[in-house]
């Protein structure tokens, strides 16, 4: 098949498109094998705040990610503040962990959107 130059753009464009929703796609599948990884622990797989590190022992509990009342008082930098430089730096508990040494700046990023999936919330304004 002979391809006018409209048809090739077209071609062009939805080539970078599926480039663009792959690597977004990517970045997910990335947040939430981090999250598996460093947070379940204490956050739980499902996010509830009842992983195995969480005991009735510590003073604080872990956040219950999936509450949209708790979450949506967050802002984005809240979030992101608290996994990069940890509870004590955003004058929380200090049994939440500063993450800017094993996240990159973008995971970290990626880490706050999927955390907003799974609250379903945004800040509240
Ligand atoms: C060792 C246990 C532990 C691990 C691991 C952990 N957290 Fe936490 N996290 C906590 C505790 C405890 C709190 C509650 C702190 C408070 O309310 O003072 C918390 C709170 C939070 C909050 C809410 C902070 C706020 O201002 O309300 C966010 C967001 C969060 N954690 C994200 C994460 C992410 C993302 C990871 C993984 C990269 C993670 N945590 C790993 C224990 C942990």
Same mark, same amino acid.
């Given at each position: 098949m002979k391809m006018n130059i409209s048809m090739k753009m077209t071609a062009i464009a939805a080539a970078a498109w599926f480039l663009l929703l792959a690597g977004a796609s990517a970045f997910a599948a990335a947040a939430a094998e981090n999250y598996r990884f460093y947070c379940s622990q204490c956050h739980g797989l499902g996010g509830k705040?009842?992983? &195995?590190?969480?005991?009735?022992?510590? &003073?604080v509990s872990p956040r219950d990610h999936t509450s949209k009342y708790e979450m949506e008082k967050l802002t984005d930098e809240d979030i992101i503040n608290v996994i990069r430089d940890g509870g004590a730096a955003t004058s929380k508990s200090t049994l939440m962990p500063p993450f800017g040494r094993t996240l990159t700046a973008s995971e970290i990023t990626a880490m706050k959107d999927y955390l907003r999936r799974l609250c379903k919330c945004k800040a509240q304004s």
């Open positions: 705040g009842d992983g &195995p590190n969480a005991t009735k022992n510590m &003073p």
